[in-house]
């Protein structure tokens, strides 16, 4: 969801420990406050951050969302799994219920034609390369 707003990868590490690093300067350190048991998860003392680190999600998202997408965005990313929302749940969040626009059915979804999947669409200028770069390697023949 984050991604759709801001138009690139948020959550991005180098691998599962820089990973950690980059989600705890998002939205803080886990505390037992916000996740009850996490002390007791298997590795948590490993992983754990040095020193407490503040939740900066909203003052790092609120220039792109919405108060209620913000608010979305938090439930289904919530450290504690209790706590996070459930896509029945986020489905009735205000972020889909209250703001414009509002919900309708994608009738015409059927019928929009052209090239949607990033996949089919490199595939094509693949081929279009492909065919421009033989046309000009071909040997021309003189009579």
Do not use: C
């Not at 948020?10 to 037992?32: R, W």
């Not at 990033?118 to 492909?130: P, S, V």
């Amino acid at each position: 969801m984050l991604e759709l707003f801001t138009k690139k990868p948020v959550f991005q590490g180098n691998d599962e420990i820089h990973q950690l690093v980059v989600v705890y300067k998002i939205f803080g350190a886990p505390t037992q406050e916000r996740w009850a048991g996490i002390m007791d998860l298997p590795w948590y003392e490993l992983v754990k951050p040095r020193e407490a680190i503040p939740n900066r999600f909203r003052e790092l998202f609120q220039k792109w969302m919405s108060p209620a997408a913000l608010h979305l965005a938090e439930r289904l990313l919530a450290y504690n799994p209790l706590e996070r929302a459930t896509a029945p749940q986020a489905m009735e969040a205000p972020y889909f219920t209250d703001e414009e626009p509002k919900p309708v059915l994608p009738t015409g979804l059927a019928t929009i034609e052209g090239e949607w999947h990033e996949l089919d669409r490199n595939r094509e200028r693949a081929k279009k390369k492909k065919k421009s770069e033989s046309v000009t390697t071909e040997p021309q023949q003189h009579v």
